[in-house]
């Protein structure tokens, strides 16, 4: 079986990705959401980044990261 590059799927998908960690401090973005955000994967490592977005906004994130831990990968 032949090994898959991760980065490279990762990066090559045509919709902005993120992977954030538990404090929300950027881990990964690809290359759509450097575009999209005009900031570089350096840019967006940053801790404190997310800084100044409403508590609203990041209670809805977990809400859903935490349906993802739930359900498992690829599922809904």
């Known amino acids: 079986m032949a090994e898959v590059d991760f980065q490279a ?3 090559e998908d ?3 990705l993120a992977v954030l960690s538990p404090d ?3 881990v990964a973005v690809n290359r759509v959401h450097e575009e999209l955000f005009g900031r ?3 840019e ?3 801790p404190g ?3 100044g ?5 990041l209670a809805g994130g ?3 990261a935490a349906g993802v831990v739930r359900a498992g990968p690829g599922q809904r």
């Open 24 to 26: 929300l401090v950027f």
């Open 49 to 51: 980044l997310l800084r």
């Open 14 to 16: 045509p919709v902005a």
């Open 53 to 57: 977005v409403p508590e609203r906004v």
């Open 44 to 46: 967006m490592r940053r």
């Open 40 to 42: 570089t994967r350096e």
């Open 62 to 64: 977990e809400a859903s």
């Open 9 to 11: 799927v990762f990066d």
